[in-house]
């Protein structure tokens, strides 16, 4: 069997698994909306939803106020940790020092086109700097020229960066993948060893879906985690995500998410 038969066996055995063989991706939109069900979740208060949100903040322009108040949020509604990018870790790691939210920091973001020694300094300074997850982009145009080695190579560039209490996500940016390509990226990051697989970035359009967060599931098991980002705005698609086999969401609308509010951004 050649690689391109594999892709279509393991792709139509998940996607048979999962009930959505016929289904277009739903966008986050209508989620929000409330036109798609979240099925068999817990009843979740909004409170309960913080535990299970990286409070983001990730845009280039945001002033040391923006992480003044990121930080002063997580610390109210305790959301499981504060994601922003490497250049801030240092200074929010100490605002939160002693408080139990964790700090985690993006690598290779948000394009993940740079060289793997790149993402291993970058992540091996952010660990220095108080972070102790690891959110890397995976680099999409290795994957889309069908070179899994070099895939797998460039996300176990960063496994060896990291330490052994280190959790690492690979985001796979699903908005720029065919569903083979979603196949793929799950079953790499998974042989490289990470912790997580994460939808998106949040900065190349689309954003997380049921339908691909019911695929992801699928693909790695109990053993991995799964992180919902892009299009996380409000508790019903918190929720829905949840729903669908998230374990962690990735927002900048979280604390309209535990308040039960209308959310924004782009995240």
Not at 45 to 66: F, G, N, Q, V
Not at 131 to 140: G, K, P, T
Not at 144 to 152: A, N
């Amino acid at each position: 069997m050649d690689q391109n038969q594999l892709i279509e066996k393991i792709v139509t055995e998940v996607l048979a698994r999962v009930g959505s063989a016929a289904a277009a991706p739903a966008p986050a939109a209508a989620i929000a909306a409330g036109a798609v069900s979240a099925g068999a979740v817990p009843a979740l208060a909004p409170s309960d939803i913080a535990k299970y949100i990286d409070h983001t903040m990730l845009r280039p322009e945001a002033p040391t106020s923006a992480f003044d108040k990121l930080c002063d949020e997580a610390l109210k509604y305790r959301f499981f940790s504060v994601c922003v990018n490497s250049g801030r870790v240092a200074y929010v790691a100490r605002r939160l020092q002693g408080t139990g939210i964790k700090v985690c920091s993006v690598v290779g973001f948000p394009l993940g086109a740079m060289t793997s020694r790149s993402k291993a300094f970058e992540t091996r300074e952010a660990i220095d700097d108080g972070a102790s997850e690891i959110d890397m982009v995976i680099n999409v145009g290795l994957l889309k020229s069908g070179d899994l080695r070099g895939v797998e190579e460039d996300i176990r560039a960063v496994r060896r960066a990291t330490r052994a209490n280190t959790l690492l996500k690979v985001i796979i940016e699903t908005a720029l993948l065919t569903q083979e390509d979603k196949v793929l990226a799950c079953e790499v990051s998974k042989k490289a060893g990470a912790d997580f697989v994460k939808t998106c970035t949040g900065f190349a359009g689309g954003g997380a879906s049921v339908e691909d967060l019911q695929l992801m599931r699928s693909i790695v098991g109990k053993e991995m985690g799964v992180k919902a980002s892009g299009g996380v705005r409000t508790y019903k698609s918190a929720l829905a995500f949840l729903g669908a086999g998230a374990n962690r969401l990735g927002a900048v609308s979280s604390v309209a998410i535990v308040t039960g509010a209308e959310g924004s951004g782009s995240y």
